[in-house]
């Protein structure tokens, strides 16, 4: 079997975030729906950071300033999920406007989901060779096992700063995560 392409990771990527938003609005209790909750945010919060310290490097240096375009795009519309996350992360999902930011949160992402998939990725995978989109989809699985698992809107999301803020908030993130309940079912790797 060979190694999968980075819109082949990516994709999974988002097909799990799908899956906890599925689950969270499916759950009957309060404890399975903060379950869900945690889970999505520690997710999305991977996911958007490693494609900012991976994808997003790629798709510039590749494609010179039509790519430099394209991710001031998508870092705008993941500074938008961020603060979504940031907001809903903390807030119980009970609270009456819990429901209306979870739909926000997920339609715009849903929207930075489809230009991703319709536009970035097939100009990304144009450029790339297939053994370079491999390597970038594992630099990507290797950069979500370092990134923080919360949302932090407020710290830079351009290389070299976000390194940086990533390095700082990781930690922190990973030892409150031991705090957090999270679904049985979901082994967080």
Not at 118 to 139: G, H, I, N, Y
Not at 181 to 189: G, L, N, Q, R, T
Request: proline fraction near 6%; hydrophobic fraction near 35%.
């Amino acid at each position: 079997m060979s190694a999968k392409t980075l819109s082949e990771v990516i994709g999974e990527d988002h097909a799990r975030l799908d899956h906890c938003y599925d689950q969270l609005k499916a759950a009957t209790t309060l404890q399975s729906r903060i379950e869900w909750r945690n889970q999505l945010a520690w997710n999305l919060a991977r996911h958007a950071i490693s494609e900012e310290l991976t994808w997003y490097p790629a798709i510039e240096k590749y494609m010179g300033q039509e790519g430099t375009d394209m991710v001031n795009l998508d870092r705008a519309q993941h500074q938008a999920v961020k603060e979504d996350l940031y907001e809903l992360q903390s807030m119980s999902p009970d609270a009456p406007s819990f429901d209306p930011l979870l739909e926000k949160l997920i339609k715009d992402l849903h929207e930075h989901i489809h230009h991703e998939k319709t536009e970035d990725m097939p100009k990304t995978e144009e450029v790339l060779s297939r053994e370079e989109s491999q390597a970038l989809a594992r630099s990507f699985e290797r950069t979500k096992m370092i990134t923080p698992t919360r949302s932090h809107p407020s710290a830079p999301n351009k290389p070299y700063f976000e390194n940086f803020a990533v390095m700082l908030a990781a930690p922190i993130d990973k030892f409150a995560d031991l705090l957090r309940a999270f679904p049985e079912e979901h082994s967080k790797m």
